[in-house]
Nanobody, 122 residues
Framework: QEQLVESGGGLVQPGESLTLSCAAS????????MSWYRQAPGKERELVAA????????NYADSVKGRFTISRDVAKATVYLQMNSLKPEDTALYYC???????????????WGQGTQVTVSS
């Protein structure tokens, strides 16, 4: 069974940093574009960052540009989301996803992890 497993969430204060990890199966990691989504209470799930399967194209939501960095470790088949200068509005359940690109747009497939909670509060 193909799967994605997120980890690394937690409670931090505003301005602090956190790194999320997403361990993927080899099939998913080598076959699909990868991304991070988040969903805050009462809000729709939104795309935070994504990149193509070869890492050649990277997209970020405007709200996280300059603060978040998506990266990957090919040997570990793991995708990371480095989050700096965290704000209370970054509080959400963060999900890893596998999908594809059509032109500049990322489209999620039905490969989702269980999510990891990030809470930014003083």
């Amino acid at each position: 069974q193909e799967q994605l497993v997120e980890s690394g969430g937690g409670l931090v204060q505003p301005g602090e940093s956190l790194t999320l990890s997403c361990a993927a199966s080899r099939f998913i990691f080598s076959s699909y574009a990868m991304s991070w989504y988040r969903q805050a209470p009462g809000k729709e799930r939104e795309l935070v960052a994504a990149f193509t399967s070869n890492g050649g194209r990277i997209n970020y939501a405007d709200s996280v540009k300059g603060r978040f960095t998506i990266s990957r470790d090919v040997a570990k088949a793991t995708v990371y989301l480095q989050m700096n200068s965290l704000k209370p509005e970054d509080t959400a359940l963060y999900y890893c996803n596998a999908g594809s690109y059509s032109g500049p747009e990322y489209y999620p497939y039905d490969y989702w992890g269980q999510g990891t909670q990030v809470t930014v509060s003083s």
